[in-house]
Protein backbone atom coordinates (compact mmCIF):
# COMPACT_ATOMS: atom_id res chain seq x y z
CA UNK A 1 0.00 0.00 0.00
CA UNK A 2 1.61 3.28 -0.98
CA UNK A 3 2.18 5.65 2.04
CA UNK A 4 -0.19 8.26 2.98
CA UNK A 5 0.29 11.91 1.49
CA UNK A 6 0.71 14.11 5.34
CA UNK A 7 -1.58 17.00 5.62
CA UNK A 8 -0.16 19.75 8.10
CA UNK A 9 -3.29 21.43 9.39
CA UNK A 10 -4.09 23.95 12.32
CA UNK A 11 -7.58 24.84 11.98
CA UNK A 12 -7.27 28.79 11.78
CA UNK A 13 -6.44 28.98 7.99
CA UNK A 14 -8.87 29.60 5.43
CA UNK A 15 -6.48 28.10 2.97
CA UNK A 16 -5.44 25.02 5.14
CA UNK A 17 -9.40 24.36 4.95
CA UNK A 18 -9.27 24.75 1.14
CA UNK A 19 -6.71 22.18 1.44
CA UNK A 20 -8.20 20.07 3.38
CA UNK A 21 -10.68 19.63 0.97
CA UNK A 22 -8.41 19.41 -2.52
CA UNK A 23 -5.76 17.32 -0.70
CA UNK A 24 -8.55 14.62 -0.27
CA UNK A 25 -9.82 14.83 -3.57
CA UNK A 26 -6.84 14.61 -4.73
CA UNK A 27 -5.81 11.49 -3.00
CA UNK A 28 -9.03 9.87 -3.57
CA UNK A 29 -8.01 10.50 -7.93
CA UNK A 30 -4.58 8.77 -6.79
CA UNK A 31 -5.99 6.06 -4.47
CA UNK A 32 -4.02 7.40 -1.82
CA UNK A 33 -4.85 8.27 1.66
CA UNK A 34 -4.23 11.37 4.07
CA UNK A 35 -2.87 12.07 7.35
CA UNK A 36 -3.94 14.68 9.14
CA UNK A 37 -1.28 15.93 11.27
CA UNK A 38 -1.90 19.29 14.01
CA UNK A 39 0.24 21.97 14.33
CA UNK A 40 0.27 25.54 15.30
CA UNK A 41 0.76 28.60 13.52
CA UNK A 42 1.04 30.75 16.79
CA UNK A 43 4.32 28.27 17.66
CA UNK A 44 5.35 28.19 14.11
CA UNK A 45 4.80 31.84 12.74
CA UNK A 46 4.66 33.83 16.09
CA UNK A 47 7.43 31.86 18.33
CA UNK A 48 9.90 30.03 16.46
CA UNK A 49 9.71 32.60 13.26
CA UNK A 50 9.31 35.94 15.23
CA UNK A 51 6.49 37.03 12.27
CA UNK A 52 3.24 38.73 12.16
CA UNK A 53 -0.22 37.00 12.20
CA UNK A 54 -1.88 37.56 9.09
CA UNK A 55 -4.71 39.92 10.33
CA UNK A 56 -1.95 42.56 11.67
CA UNK A 57 -0.18 41.97 8.25
CA UNK A 58 -0.87 45.04 6.00
CA UNK A 59 -0.80 44.79 2.48
CA UNK A 60 -1.05 40.85 2.29
CA UNK A 61 -4.13 40.73 4.59
CA UNK A 62 -6.15 42.39 2.26
CA UNK A 63 -4.46 40.29 -0.51
CA UNK A 64 -5.61 37.06 1.20
CA UNK A 65 -8.93 38.21 1.95
CA UNK A 66 -9.38 38.76 -1.57
CA UNK A 67 -7.70 35.72 -3.17
CA UNK A 68 -9.44 33.51 -0.30
CA UNK A 69 -12.72 33.96 -2.44
CA UNK A 70 -11.27 33.96 -5.86
CA UNK A 71 -9.52 30.55 -4.76
CA UNK A 72 -12.50 29.04 -3.15
CA UNK A 73 -14.99 29.75 -6.25
CA UNK A 74 -12.22 27.80 -8.47
CA UNK A 75 -12.22 25.21 -6.45
CA UNK A 76 -16.02 25.00 -6.12
CA UNK A 77 -15.48 25.03 -2.05
CA UNK A 78 -18.28 26.73 0.01
CA UNK A 79 -16.39 30.07 1.82
CA UNK A 80 -18.21 31.98 4.58
CA UNK A 81 -16.65 33.09 7.60
CA UNK A 82 -16.92 34.66 10.96
CA UNK A 83 -15.50 38.03 11.20
CA UNK A 84 -13.12 37.70 13.86
CA UNK A 85 -10.03 35.70 13.58
CA UNK A 86 -10.60 31.73 14.68
CA UNK A 87 -8.65 30.91 18.17
CA UNK A 88 -8.19 27.23 17.05
CA UNK A 89 -6.57 25.72 20.82
CA UNK A 90 -9.88 23.96 22.48
CA UNK A 91 -10.24 22.48 18.46
CA UNK A 92 -7.02 21.36 17.73
CA UNK A 93 -7.05 20.00 21.25
CA UNK A 94 -10.23 18.08 20.85
CA UNK A 95 -8.40 16.90 17.45
CA UNK A 96 -5.60 15.60 19.15
CA UNK A 97 -7.70 13.34 21.52
CA UNK A 98 -9.96 11.94 19.15
CA UNK A 99 -6.84 11.22 16.74
CA UNK A 100 -5.93 9.19 19.67
CA UNK A 101 -8.96 6.61 20.20
CA UNK A 102 -10.01 6.56 16.24
CA UNK A 103 -7.90 7.95 13.28
CA UNK A 104 -11.02 8.15 11.24
CA UNK A 105 -13.15 9.80 13.20
CA UNK A 106 -11.21 12.60 14.20
CA UNK A 107 -10.79 13.53 10.69
CA UNK A 108 -14.39 13.87 10.38
CA UNK A 109 -14.60 16.22 12.77
CA UNK A 110 -11.86 17.61 11.76
CA UNK A 111 -13.84 18.20 8.68
CA UNK A 112 -16.56 19.44 10.71
CA UNK A 113 -14.51 21.81 12.44
CA UNK A 114 -13.63 23.75 9.13
CA UNK A 115 -16.85 23.30 7.16
CA UNK A 116 -18.83 24.84 10.33
CA UNK A 117 -16.55 27.26 10.66
CA UNK A 118 -15.24 28.22 7.33
CA UNK A 119 -18.16 28.04 5.12
CA UNK A 120 -21.38 28.50 7.49
CA UNK A 121 -19.47 31.42 9.13
CA UNK A 122 -20.21 30.35 13.25
CA UNK A 123 -17.27 30.42 15.26
CA UNK A 124 -14.75 27.58 16.05
CA UNK A 125 -13.00 29.36 18.66
CA UNK A 126 -14.93 28.33 22.05
CA UNK A 127 -14.90 24.73 23.96
CA UNK A 128 -18.73 24.89 23.83
CA UNK A 129 -18.35 25.04 20.02
CA UNK A 130 -16.05 22.38 19.42
CA UNK A 131 -17.97 20.04 21.84
CA UNK A 132 -21.25 20.58 19.76
CA UNK A 133 -19.73 19.89 16.76
CA UNK A 134 -17.94 16.33 18.11
CA UNK A 135 -21.63 15.38 20.05
CA UNK A 136 -23.12 15.77 16.29
CA UNK A 137 -20.76 12.94 15.74
CA UNK A 138 -21.66 11.15 18.64
CA UNK A 139 -19.26 12.43 20.75
CA UNK A 140 -19.85 12.81 24.29
CA UNK A 141 -19.40 16.26 24.89
CA UNK A 142 -18.59 16.45 28.55
CA UNK A 143 -15.68 13.98 28.16
CA UNK A 144 -14.52 15.81 25.29
CA UNK A 145 -14.85 19.18 27.22
CA UNK A 146 -12.46 17.26 30.48
CA UNK A 147 -10.27 16.23 27.94
CA UNK A 148 -9.18 19.54 26.04
CA UNK A 149 -8.56 20.69 29.70
CA UNK A 150 -6.41 17.83 30.34
CA UNK A 151 -2.31 17.94 30.56
CA UNK A 152 -2.44 14.66 28.64
CA UNK A 153 -4.02 16.30 25.73
CA UNK A 154 -1.83 19.38 25.66
CA UNK A 155 1.22 17.48 26.01
CA UNK A 156 0.34 15.36 23.13
CA UNK A 157 -0.37 18.46 20.96
CA UNK A 158 2.68 19.85 21.96
CA UNK A 159 4.79 17.30 21.19
CA UNK A 160 3.25 17.00 17.52
CA UNK A 161 4.10 20.45 17.34
CA UNK A 162 7.68 19.98 18.03
CA UNK A 163 7.69 17.47 16.14
CA UNK A 164 6.38 19.35 12.96
CA UNK A 165 8.77 21.75 13.63
CA UNK A 166 11.60 19.31 13.87
CA UNK A 167 10.41 18.28 10.19
CA UNK A 168 10.59 21.73 8.88
CA UNK A 169 6.66 22.42 8.91
CA UNK A 170 6.48 26.13 9.37
CA UNK A 171 2.65 26.93 7.18
CA UNK A 172 -0.36 25.39 6.88
CA UNK A 173 -1.43 23.90 4.82
CA UNK A 174 1.94 21.82 4.15
CA UNK A 175 2.04 18.51 2.50
CA UNK A 176 4.68 15.93 2.51
CA UNK A 177 5.11 12.90 -0.10
CA UNK A 178 8.00 10.74 0.24
CA UNK A 179 9.77 13.33 2.16
CA UNK A 180 8.81 16.29 -0.06
CA UNK A 181 7.22 18.83 1.87
CA UNK A 182 5.33 21.57 -0.46
CA UNK A 183 3.91 24.71 1.43
CA UNK A 184 0.19 26.44 0.51
CA UNK A 185 -3.11 24.79 -1.05
CA UNK A 186 -1.94 26.12 -4.29
CA UNK A 187 0.90 24.20 -4.52
CA UNK A 188 -1.41 20.90 -4.64
CA UNK A 189 -0.96 20.45 -8.77
CA UNK A 190 2.63 20.50 -8.14
CA UNK A 191 2.47 17.83 -5.34
CA UNK A 192 0.68 15.49 -7.36
CA UNK A 193 2.43 16.01 -10.45
CA UNK A 194 5.22 14.74 -7.52
CA UNK A 195 3.29 11.57 -6.93
CA UNK A 196 2.46 10.40 -10.79
CA UNK A 197 6.36 10.90 -12.19
CA UNK A 198 8.01 9.82 -8.64
CA UNK A 199 9.60 13.41 -8.55
CA UNK A 200 12.01 15.25 -10.51
CA UNK B 1 -4.39 44.62 -29.01
CA UNK B 2 -5.22 42.98 -25.42
CA UNK B 3 -3.50 44.80 -22.26
CA UNK B 4 0.05 43.84 -20.95
CA UNK B 5 0.86 41.55 -18.40
CA UNK B 6 2.25 43.47 -15.29
CA UNK B 7 5.27 41.52 -13.62
CA UNK B 8 6.16 43.17 -10.75
CA UNK B 9 10.02 42.84 -9.83
CA UNK B 10 12.73 43.17 -7.58
CA UNK B 11 15.86 41.69 -8.64
CA UNK B 12 16.81 40.50 -4.94
CA UNK B 13 13.79 37.86 -5.16
CA UNK B 14 14.69 34.12 -6.85
CA UNK B 15 11.11 33.64 -7.31
CA UNK B 16 10.92 36.76 -9.21
CA UNK B 17 13.51 35.19 -11.47
CA UNK B 18 11.76 32.35 -12.33
CA UNK B 19 8.64 34.18 -12.66
CA UNK B 20 10.11 36.70 -15.23
CA UNK B 21 11.29 33.54 -17.62
CA UNK B 22 8.07 31.65 -16.99
CA UNK B 23 5.79 35.08 -17.44
CA UNK B 24 7.16 35.49 -20.60
CA UNK B 25 6.77 32.13 -21.86
CA UNK B 26 3.31 32.75 -20.94
CA UNK B 27 2.83 35.45 -22.31
CA UNK B 28 4.74 34.55 -26.01
CA UNK B 29 1.59 31.35 -25.84
CA UNK B 30 -1.13 33.83 -25.59
CA UNK B 31 0.17 36.34 -27.50
CA UNK B 32 0.76 38.46 -24.64
CA UNK B 33 3.11 41.68 -24.01
CA UNK B 34 4.89 41.71 -20.74
CA UNK B 35 5.32 44.71 -18.98
CA UNK B 36 7.73 45.01 -15.94
CA UNK B 37 7.07 47.24 -12.90
CA UNK B 38 9.76 47.55 -10.29
CA UNK B 39 8.98 47.47 -6.52
CA UNK B 40 11.29 46.97 -3.15
CA UNK B 41 11.01 44.41 -0.81
CA UNK B 42 12.83 45.99 1.73
CA UNK B 43 10.19 48.67 1.32
CA UNK B 44 7.23 46.15 1.07
CA UNK B 45 8.20 43.45 3.46
CA UNK B 46 10.46 45.56 6.06
CA UNK B 47 9.32 48.98 6.50
CA UNK B 48 5.28 48.91 5.57
CA UNK B 49 4.51 45.21 6.74
CA UNK B 50 7.07 45.29 9.29
CA UNK B 51 8.18 41.55 8.62
CA UNK B 52 11.99 40.06 8.67
CA UNK B 53 13.78 39.41 5.22
CA UNK B 54 13.80 35.72 4.37
CA UNK B 55 17.12 34.86 5.25
CA UNK B 56 16.72 35.91 8.47
CA UNK B 57 13.31 33.95 9.08
CA UNK B 58 14.13 30.35 10.36
CA UNK B 59 12.24 27.21 8.70
CA UNK B 60 10.97 29.26 6.00
CA UNK B 61 14.51 29.80 4.50
CA UNK B 62 15.32 26.54 5.02
CA UNK B 63 12.05 25.22 3.12
CA UNK B 64 13.15 28.03 0.25
CA UNK B 65 15.90 26.87 -0.66
CA UNK B 66 14.78 23.46 -1.16
CA UNK B 67 12.14 24.63 -3.24
CA UNK B 68 13.99 27.17 -5.16
CA UNK B 69 16.00 24.05 -6.55
CA UNK B 70 13.02 22.11 -6.90
CA UNK B 71 11.17 24.34 -8.99
CA UNK B 72 14.14 25.54 -11.32
CA UNK B 73 14.06 21.69 -12.46
CA UNK B 74 10.40 21.72 -13.12
CA UNK B 75 10.72 24.77 -14.96
CA UNK B 76 13.91 23.70 -16.82
CA UNK B 77 15.56 27.30 -15.87
CA UNK B 78 19.15 26.96 -14.63
CA UNK B 79 19.44 28.02 -11.31
CA UNK B 80 23.35 29.08 -9.32
CA UNK B 81 23.17 32.00 -7.21
CA UNK B 82 25.60 33.33 -5.02
CA UNK B 83 26.32 33.16 -1.32
CA UNK B 84 25.09 36.31 0.34
CA UNK B 85 21.68 37.85 -0.34
CA UNK B 86 21.61 40.60 -3.37
CA UNK B 87 21.61 44.01 -2.55
CA UNK B 88 19.60 45.17 -5.75
CA UNK B 89 19.00 48.47 -4.93
CA UNK B 90 21.79 49.89 -8.20
CA UNK B 91 20.48 47.40 -10.53
CA UNK B 92 16.67 48.47 -9.53
CA UNK B 93 17.73 51.97 -10.58
CA UNK B 94 19.57 51.21 -13.45
CA UNK B 95 17.14 49.51 -14.89
CA UNK B 96 14.30 52.76 -13.71
CA UNK B 97 17.04 54.55 -15.91
CA UNK B 98 16.80 52.67 -19.11
CA UNK B 99 12.83 52.26 -18.60
CA UNK B 100 12.46 55.74 -19.09
CA UNK B 101 14.16 55.61 -22.03
CA UNK B 102 13.99 52.39 -24.03
CA UNK B 103 11.53 49.67 -22.57
CA UNK B 104 12.75 47.08 -24.75
CA UNK B 105 16.26 47.91 -24.22
CA UNK B 106 15.75 48.11 -19.97
CA UNK B 107 13.50 44.40 -20.26
CA UNK B 108 16.94 43.36 -21.81
CA UNK B 109 18.61 44.05 -19.13
CA UNK B 110 16.63 42.82 -16.59
CA UNK B 111 16.83 39.64 -17.86
CA UNK B 112 20.19 39.97 -18.03
CA UNK B 113 20.93 40.58 -14.72
CA UNK B 114 18.15 37.96 -13.23
CA UNK B 115 20.66 35.48 -15.45
CA UNK B 116 23.72 36.64 -14.37
CA UNK B 117 23.05 36.82 -10.85
CA UNK B 118 20.63 33.88 -10.37
CA UNK B 119 22.15 31.66 -13.13
CA UNK B 120 25.70 32.40 -12.97
CA UNK B 121 26.22 32.85 -9.46
CA UNK B 122 27.97 36.77 -10.11
CA UNK B 123 26.91 39.20 -7.22
CA UNK B 124 25.00 42.17 -8.88
CA UNK B 125 25.08 43.94 -6.05
CA UNK B 126 27.62 46.65 -6.82
CA UNK B 127 27.61 49.22 -9.09
CA UNK B 128 30.10 48.10 -10.92
CA UNK B 129 28.81 44.79 -11.55
CA UNK B 130 25.50 46.41 -13.01
CA UNK B 131 27.11 48.59 -15.28
CA UNK B 132 29.13 45.98 -16.80
CA UNK B 133 26.03 43.93 -17.42
CA UNK B 134 24.67 47.30 -19.18
CA UNK B 135 27.74 47.73 -21.23
CA UNK B 136 27.66 44.44 -22.93
CA UNK B 137 24.36 45.57 -24.06
CA UNK B 138 25.71 48.69 -25.77
CA UNK B 139 25.30 50.95 -22.58
CA UNK B 140 27.82 53.65 -21.95
CA UNK B 141 28.49 52.20 -18.09
CA UNK B 142 29.97 55.91 -17.28
CA UNK B 143 26.41 57.12 -17.88
CA UNK B 144 25.01 54.40 -16.53
CA UNK B 145 27.06 55.01 -12.96
CA UNK B 146 26.27 58.95 -12.83
CA UNK B 147 22.71 57.79 -13.18
CA UNK B 148 22.23 55.56 -10.53
CA UNK B 149 23.69 58.20 -8.09
CA UNK B 150 21.32 60.68 -9.21
CA UNK B 151 18.29 62.17 -7.14
CA UNK B 152 15.60 62.07 -10.24
CA UNK B 153 16.20 58.50 -10.88
CA UNK B 154 16.00 57.61 -6.99
CA UNK B 155 12.70 59.91 -7.10
CA UNK B 156 11.36 57.92 -10.09
CA UNK B 157 12.14 54.75 -8.65
CA UNK B 158 10.89 55.82 -5.03
CA UNK B 159 7.54 56.67 -7.14
CA UNK B 160 7.24 53.57 -8.94
CA UNK B 161 7.40 51.59 -5.48
CA UNK B 162 5.09 54.29 -3.92
CA UNK B 163 2.49 53.20 -7.12
CA UNK B 164 3.32 49.33 -6.46
CA UNK B 165 2.37 49.94 -2.90
CA UNK B 166 -1.00 51.57 -4.08
CA UNK B 167 -2.31 49.20 -6.23
CA UNK B 168 -1.59 46.59 -3.03
CA UNK B 169 1.97 45.19 -4.80
CA UNK B 170 3.68 43.56 -1.46
CA UNK B 171 5.91 40.46 -2.57
CA UNK B 172 6.89 39.66 -6.10
CA UNK B 173 6.78 38.26 -8.38
CA UNK B 174 3.26 39.66 -8.71
CA UNK B 175 1.44 40.04 -11.76
CA UNK B 176 -1.86 41.76 -12.91
CA UNK B 177 -4.44 40.89 -15.38
CA UNK B 178 -7.56 42.48 -15.90
CA UNK B 179 -6.89 44.38 -12.55
CA UNK B 180 -6.23 41.23 -10.65
CA UNK B 181 -3.42 40.47 -8.66
CA UNK B 182 -1.99 36.96 -8.07
CA UNK B 183 1.07 36.56 -6.08
CA UNK B 184 3.94 34.15 -6.44
CA UNK B 185 5.42 32.77 -9.56
CA UNK B 186 3.65 29.22 -8.54
CA UNK B 187 0.80 31.44 -9.20
CA UNK B 188 1.11 31.61 -13.02
CA UNK B 189 -1.05 28.64 -13.60
CA UNK B 190 -4.25 30.50 -12.57
CA UNK B 191 -2.92 33.58 -13.78
CA UNK B 192 -3.31 31.76 -17.47
CA UNK B 193 -6.10 30.26 -16.54
CA UNK B 194 -8.07 33.73 -15.14
CA UNK B 195 -6.97 35.29 -19.14
CA UNK B 196 -8.18 32.34 -21.19
CA UNK B 197 -11.74 32.09 -18.96
CA UNK B 198 -11.97 36.02 -18.98
CA UNK B 199 -11.54 35.34 -14.81
CA UNK B 200 -14.22 33.36 -12.25
Same mark, same amino acid.
Given at each position: ?86 ? +? *? @? ?6 ? &????? !? $? =????? #? ?15 ? +? *? @? ?6 ? &????? !? $? =????? #? ?51
Amino acid at each position: MAEPILFYFDFLSPYGYLGSIEVERMAARLGRQVEWRPVLLGVTVLKVMGLKALPDTPLKKDYVAHDLERCARLMRIPFNRPDAPMQ +P *L @AAMRAYTW &LAGQD !A $A =LAKRF #GQAVYRTHWAEATDMSS +P *L @AVAKVAAA &LGVDP !A $A =LLEAI #GSAPVKQTLHQAVEAAIAAGVFGVPSFVVGGEMFWGADRLPMVERWIETGGW
